[in-house]
């Protein structure tokens, strides 16, 4: 039996298995499976065989966001008004057939817009290209959902689950739980919380499915049985998401409306270039971007040309941003701006000095 296969048959077994305490232990150990078996499907062990033909686009610029639906709901319309690339549009599906970038250039940041070939449902299990569509869209950070308004919301059910069984987690933030593994010493396990979507039975049956038997657990907060095994995983991706909303020409006010209300969805129209400048400004929100201005001794320092750096950067990032060679012949650095104690007055500080948005830095080597 193939691993599709298999897959296929937990999923059946899961469905048809009520869900209450007698069973969660069975449902825990068929979740942890379904999970492993998944893990091989996208991550074959043997190298044999033709080399495929992938499309991965290189990273460039500041950040990347990743396009991805259905075929023809107008991924390719929304590339071509966001930027300065023509990708190839026109009422037939799997008009893309490859990955196109594209640039938006916003308040100083280059953001690689990717428009990714339609997946069709299957996707996670190699139907179409959805596996080589879905592993890409691990790699940004950002994804934009492109659904179509005249259709109904089963399109983003699908999707969802698509991405969910590549370890795609959107909108949430990875589990406070710490795993070690150790060479003896049996299973220790700690909480700091009450479990009420799990137990300890549970996630001791979970570590025995994986052949864990030394190891520590340290869990901080109430997860459910899938959350723990993504951590035994150890690569899921947490990637906030857009879910974009396109057509909205075709569909009445009400309708409009309801769309627009509901969580992290955003309504447009590429044929009549609605609220695309209110998305981009969406995209910048959830990027979480920080512009940093540099500043030469003696001099103005330089509005025109921002470091635009992850919410969170130090000043050693802002330095390898530059050039590599200032981390290494780093004295110290002057900054003005939100993260300075002494604001309006520069403060000298360190590497670890963890910067914000519009700070004023100045660098200082050997």
Known sequence: MGVVEKIKEIEEEMARTQKNKATEYH?????????????????????SGPAGTGFDVQKSGDARVALIG????????????????????????FTTLTAIPGVIEY??????????????????????????????????DVILIML???????????????????????N?????????????????????????????????????????????????????????????IGNRKYVPCIYVYNKIDSISLEQVDKIARTPQSLVISCEMGLNLDYLVSRIWEELAMVKVYTKKRGAHPDLDDPVCLRKGSTIETVCNTIHRSLAPNFRYALVW??????SPHAQKVSLAHAVQDEDVVSIFTK
Do not use: W
Request: glycine share 8%; aromatic share 4%; net charge positive.
């Open 27 to 47: 449902l825990g150990l068929l979740k942890a499976k379904l999970a492993r078996y998944r893990q091989q499907l996208l991550e074959p062990t043997t190298k």
């Open 70 to 93: 259905f075929p023809s709901v107008g991924k390719s319309t929304l590339l071509s008004k966001l930027t300065h690339t023509q990708s190839e549009a026109a009422a037939y599906e």
């Open 107 to 140: 308040k100083g940041a280059r953001i690689q817009l990717l428009d990714l070939p339609g997946i069709v449902e299957g996707a996670s299990q190699g139907r179409g290209r959805g596996r080589q569509v879905v592993s890409t869209a691990k790699t940004a």
């Open 148 to 170: 179509d308004a005249t259709k109904s919301d089963e399109q983003r059910r699908l999707l969802e689950h698509e991405l969910d069984a590549v370890g795609i987690r959107l």
């Open 172 to 232: 949430k933030s990875k589990p406070d739980v710490v795993f070690k593994k150790r060479t003896t010493g049996g299973i220790t396990f700690n909480t700091t919380v009450k479990l009420t979507k799990t137990d300890e039975k549970t996630i001791r049956t979970i570590l025995a499915g994986y052949k864990l038997h030394n190891c520590d657990v340290m869990i901080r907060e109430d997860i459910t049985t899938d959350e723990f095994i993504d951590v035994l």
């Open 337 to 342: 701006g939100k993260s300075s104690k002494f």
